[in-house]
């Protein structure tokens, strides 16, 4: 069983920076990749940034591309969340997911493990 905590919500106003971090816990060799979604109030959840724990290979929607970066410390079983440049639509509860799939995927049936998720909200 994986576990995963997230920490590094906050209130920030537009063009700020926020650094989302997530520990894995458990059986982490299991995991292949891991990722970050996001819930907006009234939306549903969608995947922003996937990372390969092997590959290092990253991928993010087009939404957060050039102003999210995702990173991971393997021996810290970590991986980080880097938000700039951050608008009021980034607002939402941030969550982390582990998977055991090969290929990276958004699909949330592929998640294995979820944390509780962090509060991020940018305002004007």
């Known amino acids: 069983q994986v576990r995963l905590a997230e920490a590094g919500g906050d209130s920030v106003q537009t063009g700020g920076s926020l650094r989302l971090s997530c520990v894995a816990s458990g059986n982490t060799r299991s995991i292949k990749r891991m990722a970050w979604f996001r819930q907006a109030p009234g939306k549903e959840r969608v995947g922003v940034a996937r990372?390969?724990?092997?590959?290092?290979?990253?991928y993010y929607d087009d939404s957060v591309k050039g102003r999210f970066f995702i990173s991971q410390d393997n021996a810290a079983n970590t991986i980080y969340l880097e938000m700039n440049n951050l608008k009021v639509e980034d607002s939402a509860v941030y969550y982390c997911a582990a998977t055991d799939e090969v290929f990276g995927t958004f699909d949330e049936r592929k998640y294995l493990a979820w944390g509780q998720g962090t509060q991020v909200t940018v305002s004007s």
């Open positions: 990372i390969g724990k092997y590959d290092d290979v990253s």
